[in-house]
């Protein structure tokens, strides 16, 4: 993850809309394909709020699959790649036991998955002293339970060389990954339609065309 | 420790490839399997990054690391350490601020494969989280942080050696916390403690100079 100028930019934007539409125990989400900067804008946002006093948590949707990070390249393949990569690889009652648990100000626990050992750990977390919620991932802005959707237009055809290695540095792009990432695409386009917010391309702010 | 951003250099690559063939020498001679590996040095000497870099390295071996950092065990939780430490004075700056009880629960619980919870700072909020991990499986411990050098039962105990003017020069970059009087003398008193332990490490990397032998 790095975090550039052009995330921290339209950082300040979002923020301010987020400040002055402001709700009690507020769910913001924020979806876009791999490699589009989901993560660096969740943790840039929030930063700039925790400046305005506003703890603000980042929470990724990547913890909840369904099927281990060991595991899932290989079940993908199995059951075949157009027909299982989407939203129903994500434990979606688990994330909205979590969502429902913030709104509540609950203690609340929730998977999390150790990049180095790729093993999901569990992690605890006190709701009430959080003031907002930071939800990320690529179908993050289909939850019903959510006050700000953002959409980054970011393509993976366009982020392209982020892809050709895994987290490790190892060489992983073939037929398989670009086949997960062509079926990511497709899912991920269609919620489009959801978003308040636009971040397009150029990394531009701009509000979504009221439908 | 949750959203901590890190930016991989070759210096981190070198130091940690160094560490990484030193592991698995170590492995050949101890088929006792599970090992604890520390990592120590100054504030911004690189601890974390080198951990995760070693760690990945590890992994790609098939050999599972599980890294644990001590800034998460702090008895005062981030939001009130200052006024405590200046409640308490500079003095009360050092290993005593661990909570070692639980360090020493995560390393037992390690060395049996047991469950085990450790806290976990979330970095933007500075909130302390539980983490929940099942240590069934993972073969070794990396134990980062300014104090790991007080753990006696490690198998390899790492120093990164950075001088002082390089500690004060990574503060003025890093976004972590404010540079003011104060943290300067806390950036001080920390210098002493740790250097005070350095003679305890079995494995001395100058990180600074690695970048000559790219």
């Known amino acids: 993850m790095l975090i550039t100028e052009k995330h921290k930019q339209a950082a300040e934007i979002i923020a301010a809309h987020i400040i002055n539409n402001r709700k009690d125990r507020m769910i913001i989400a924020i979806s876009g394909e791999s490699g589009s900067g989901k993560s660096e804008l969740a943790h840039a946002i929030a930063k700039i709020l925790r400046k305005e006093g506003i703890f603000a948590k980042p929470l990724h ?21 157009e027909n299982v990569v989407g939203y129903d690889e994500y ?18 626990e929730m998977p999390c ?53 895994d987290a490790r540095g190892k060489e992983i792009m073939d037929e398989a990954r670009w086949a997960t990432l062509g079926q990511e695409h497709k899912m991920v386009q269609a919620l489009k339609p959801r978003a308040d917010l636009l971040v397009t391309k150029e990394y531009a702010v701009a509000k979504a065309a009221i439908s | 420790m949750l959203h901590d951003l890190i930016t991989i250099t070759p210096q981190h690559e070198s130091s940690a490839k160094m560490v990484f063939d030193k592991v698995l020498e170590l492995r050949n001679g101890n088929p006792r399997g599970k090992m604890i590996i520390t990592i120590s040095g100054e504030v911004g000497s690189g601890k974390s990054t080198i951990s995760i870099v070693l760690g990945r390295l590890l992994t790609n071996q ?40 639980k360090v020493y629960q995560n390393i037992s619980h390690f060395l049996q494969n047991k469950v085990c919870s450790m806290p976990c700072v979330d970095l933007i909020t500075n909130h302390v989280d539980e983490l929940i991990t099942d240590y069934k499986g993972v073969d070794l411990l990396i134990i980062n942080g300014l104090y790991s050098l007080k753990i006696k039962e490690a198998d390899l105990k790492v120093f990164i050696e950075q001088s002082y003017d390089k500690t004060i020069e990574y503060q003025h970059y890093s976004l972590k916390e404010k540079l003011d009087s104060y943290r300067l003398k806390v950036l001080q008193r920390e210098h002493e403690v740790v250097n005070s332990l350095k003679g305890l490490a079995d494995f001395f990397i100058d990180f600074e100079s690695s970048l000559y032998h790219l």
């Open chain 1, 61 to 81: 949707t990547d913890n909840y699959y369904k099927t281990h990070p060991l595991e899932r390249r290989e079940w993908r393949l199995r059951h075949g790649i």
């Open chain 1, 91 to 108: 434990d979606w009652e688990k994330i909205n036991q979590n969502l429902d648990d913030f709104r509540n100000g609950r203690r609340s």
């Open chain 1, 113 to 165: 998955v150790d990049l180095v050992t790729e093993q999901v750990d569990r992690l605890i977390t006190n709701f009430g002293e959080v003031d907002m919620l930071l939800v990320e991932g690529l179908y993050a802005i289909k939850s019903d339970n959510v006050d700000l959707r953002v959409f980054i237009e970011l393509t993976y055809l366009e982020t392209k060389e982020k892809h050709t290695k």
């Open chain 2, 62 to 101: 098939g050999i599972r690391a599980k890294i644990i950092d001590l800034d998460d065990f702090y008895k005062i939780p981030p939001l009130e350490r200052r006024a405590w430490r200046e409640k308490h004075g500079l003095q009360s700056i050092g290993y005593e601020e661990y909570d070692w009880k």
